[in-house]
């Protein structure tokens, strides 16, 4: 680094920490206020139910000769804290495309879309089916002037993804943002009662309307085990891009809840098609470690691609890692 980076560091440092705080006190006791207006303290009590929760896993590799992904997921159910795995499925393959992150878009809608489908598989297993993230998210916030029903009339049980068959990167592209809206439909549409998506993060400010996050607000400025009401919003069809999806899906009706699972625990949101908070909070609670709902813990734990599995992927496939510092010989 320049050595006019730590002059600027020295001479700056004490405005730079004043940027630094998370509020300063007279917002903080302003915020503060709006807080506790909207945090409700809930002493969870012991529920039981049965659950299946779902996550997935993926890897990306640029190389001079294509991308190289690795995408998994897996389903397991729980009954307290008993947890059995019942599927899981996966993909390794090579994506010929112009841009990196292209690719990495690709992939995720990839593994996205093996997550809805284990869900879709498995949702009759369970009470509540668990899925990491957000509905939002699951989504996606672009909008669709012209809707496509190419893909409408697949059958979301086979675990083949359609739109892997397409050679053409934008159509590809497309198809992927299409299936995943049709298979999101379907388990909408089958299993609306029980859908829980739990996000552990949020850049959400829609509840206090703060330049700071709303999950950030509430882990700072509270600790006791609560939530907060219900937020009702509904799905925005010009985000589908599925006709099929779009007509189903389009106005429904949802809800968004922050709660705490246990004291000093970090803050979740919840995406929901039940506004019975407590309830939730109930069951989740009985099956949480430290806050967080243990059957998502585990399966995270499965599915994450770790670094030793992208060493061995790389070695089983003769990719070779490069270690030496990058320097032209003629200037050594």
């Known amino acids: 680094m320049i050595k006019e980076i730590y002059e600027q560091l020295v001479s700056n440092k004490a405005e730079i920490e004043k940027q630094l705080q998370f509020l300063d006190d007279i917002r903080n006791l302003e915020i503060e206020k709006k807080v506790k207006e909207k945090w409700v303290k809930y002493s969870p009590k012991e529920a039981t139910g049965k659950f299946i929760a779902i996550d997935g896993g993926e890897w990306v590799k ?6 190289l992904y690795v995408v998994d997921a897996e389903v397991i ?12 499925r996966g993909f390794i393959g090579v994506l010929k495309l112009k841009s990196g992150d292209a690719a990495k878009e690709l992939v995720s809608l990839i593994m996205q879309l093996l997550e809805l489908k284990l869900a879709y598989k498995y949702g009759n297993e369970a009470d509540y089916i668990l899925l990491d993230g957000s509905l939002s998210k699951k989504i996606g916030d672009r909008e669709f002037k012209e ?38 439909s379907h388990l909408i549409e089958k299993y609306k009662d029980k859908l829980l998506w739990i996000a552990k993060n949020s850049r959400s400010t829609e509840l206090f309307d703060e330049n700071i996050s709303d999950i950030a607000l509430l882990d700072t400025l509270t600790s006791e085990t609560g939530y907060t009401k219900p ?13 099929m999806a779009t007509k189903k899906l389009d106005n429904m009706k949802y809800y968004s809840s922050y709660v705490r699972l246990s004291k000093g625990g970090r803050v979740l949101k919840i995406d929901m098609f039940t506004n019975d908070i407590e309830k939730i909070v109930d069951l989740l609670s009985t099956i949480s470690i430290r806050g967080y709902p243990y059957p998502l813990l585990k399966v995270h ?12 992927i790389q070695q089983i496939l003769n990719i070779k890692k490069i270690t030496s510092e990058w320097w032209p010989n003629q200037l050594s």
Request: charge should be negative; avoid cysteine.
């Open 301 to 312: 734990t499965d599915v994450k691609i770790t670094r030793q599995d992208r060493e061995r």
């Open 77 to 88: 159910k729980a009954e307290g804290y008993k947890i059995t795995k019942l599927d899981a």
């Open 62 to 67: 640029d190389l001079r000769s294509g991308t």
């Open 231 to 243: 937020l009702e919003k509904s799905i925005n069809g010009k985000n589908l891009l599925s006709l």
């Open 147 to 184: 809707k496509d029903s190419t893909l409408d009339d697949i059958d979301i049980n086979n675990d083949k993804i359609y739109a892997l068959e397409e050679s053409n990167e934008a159509l590809m592209h497309k198809y992927l943002i299409a299936e995943n809206h049709v298979v999101i």
